[in-house]
């Protein structure tokens, strides 16, 4: 509560020293949702700064965000010509094993459970790499159940430099997807938390980074790791879907763009791709310096890249089945890259909240419209 306090005190600070931040708005707004809007983009400017100050720090080696990794697999036009090529479909149902009761109460039970990735690397030259990297070849979950019985149930994607699940879940906040008739899995991203390299300097430092062959490889592993979550609980349940938020948003979209098997897809605040970060984005400047310094213009990073911006593809499932949120003051992920999405997919039902990335204005009608979405899939 002291850091929210901190930020939004330093925003208003902000915004009294200078003129609005927010230009265009994709739709109409009031004066308090453009208030709003200006505020949120000031406090997402504050948090991007504080946090690369506080992840990478003055003694950070810039080196570690450069491309060493030979990326011409990625430039091979099959991948133009179908970049769903990169994504092949888990080969087998997962081994998933509970590894202990993380909490119960007399509507839920919580559980961390673990499953070997079914994910081989893609990239011949990654491989020796992704070798090394042990501690992400296990894929976890935080698994919510409910006592009554669901028959839906959700797998959850969450954000860039998320922490170790089993500490950052959040019950309450998962009980609504219970009361709208869904048990969850909140998975670990690659390269995070539970899955973080020994040597991470923060938790998601190997994930999205300067090493673009790794980045790609990444987005492939996350992507098979949920399909093959969904895959296990489509034995369990009628209704199956996907939702995340930021990284979780693209990696989100990415799966809805190469699964048709699940039944919907809700990303939050999504970037459309890596390639499409601004160059003066307050929360990555160390990464495009690498980026810069390994001397990848912006044709090559969005060429590389190409198979990781859903924006590239054709959503597998029909669009009446995929629910976008973005914010209007996003300042971390530009309203730009969702509208980028948006507009590839045949606009599909999306949502322009006051707010940004950090701090949500009307996150009490969004969650409205996130349930009305969940309740009607359940009901087809």
């Known amino acids: 509560m002291k850091t929210y306090g901190t930020l939004l005190l330093a925003a208003m600070l902000s915004l009294s020293a200078s003129s609005c931040a927010v230009k265009t708005y994709p739709r109409p707004v009031t004066a308090k949702e453009k208030m709003d809007s200006n505020v949120a983009h000031a406090i997402d400017t504050t948090g991007a700064k504080l946090m690369a100050r506080v992840y990478t720090g003055p003694d950070y080696?810039?080196?570690?965000?450069?491309?060493?990794?030979?990326?011409?697999?990625?430039?091979?036009?099959?991948?133009?010509?179908?970049?769903?090529?990169?994504?092949?479909?888990?080969?087998?149902?997962?081994?998933?094993?509970?590894?202990?009761?993380?909490?119960?109460?007399?509507?839920?039970?919580?559980?961390?459970?673990?499953?070997?990735?079914?994910?081989?690397?893609?990239?011949?030259?990654?491989?020796?790499?992704?070798?090394?990297?042990?501690?992400?070849?296990?894929?976890?979950?935080?698994?919510?159940?409910?006592?009554?019985?669901?028959?839906?149930?959700?797998?959850?994607?969450?954000g860039w430099t998320g922490g170790d699940i089993t500490k950052s879940y959040k019950i309450e906040k998962m009980e609504g997807l219970v009361d709208a008739g869904y048990d969850a899995v909140m998975i670990q991203q690659p390269y995070h938390g539970l899955r973080a390299p020994a040597d991470s300097k923060f938790s998601g430092e190997y994930f999205f980074s300067g090493e673009v062959a790794r980045t790609n490889e990444a987005f492939c592993q996350t992507v098979t790791d949920v399909r093959s979550m969904v895959m296990w609980l489509k034995d369990h349940y009628e209704v199956v879907g996907i939702k995340g938020g930021s990284l979780g948003g693209i990696t989100t979209l990415l799966t809805a763009a190469v699964?048709?098997?699940?039944?919907?897809?809700?990303?939050?605040?999504?970037?459309?791709?890596?390639?499409?970060?601004?160059?003066?984005?307050?929360?990555?400047?160390?990464?495009?310096?690498?980026?810069?310094?390994?001397?990848?213009?912006?044709?090559?990073?969005?060429?590389?890249?190409?198979?990781?911006?859903?924006?590239?593809?054709?959503?597998?499932?029909?669009?009446?089945?995929?629910?976008?949120?973005?914010?209007?003051?996003?300042?971390?992920?530009?309203?730009?890259?969702?509208?980028?999405?948006?507009?590839?997919?045949?606009?599909?039902?999306?949502?322009?909240?006051?707010?940004?990335?950090?701090?949500?204005?009307?996150?009490?009608?969004?969650?409205?419209?996130?349930?009305?979405?969940?309740?009607?899939?359940?009901?087809?």
């Open 61 to 158: 080696d810039l080196a570690r965000q450069h491309a060493t990794i030979d990326y011409s697999y990625y430039l091979d036009p099959k991948f133009k010509a179908d970049p769903r090529l990169f994504y092949p479909a888990p080969g087998s149902l997962p081994e998933v094993e509970v590894v202990e009761r993380l909490a119960e109460d007399d509507r839920v039970e919580v559980s961390l459970i673990k499953w070997p990735s079914l994910y081989h690397p893609m990239n011949p030259a990654f491989a020796p790499y992704y070798d090394t990297y042990t501690e992400t070849h296990t894929a976890y979950g935080v698994y919510l159940k409910s006592k009554r019985g669901n028959k839906g149930a959700i797998v959850i994607s969450h």
């Open 259 to 380: 699964d048709d098997t699940i039944d919907f897809a809700i990303a939050w605040v999504p970037p459309s791709s890596f390639g499409d970060m601004p160059e003066d984005s307050p929360l990555i400047p160390f990464i495009i310096e690498g980026l810069k310094e390994s001397g990848l213009d912006r044709q090559k990073i969005a060429d590389i890249m190409y198979v990781s911006s859903p924006d590239n593809f054709r959503p597998a499932i029909p669009k009446d089945d995929i629910l976008i949120f973005a914010g209007m003051g996003d300042n971390f992920v530009p309203p730009y890259m969702p509208a980028k999405v948006w507009e590839a997919w045949d606009q599909p039902e999306i949502f322009w909240f006051a707010g940004g990335h950090v701090v949500n204005f009307e996150l009490k009608q969004s969650m409205e419209i996130q349930r009305e979405f969940l309740i009607k899939h359940l009901q087809k």
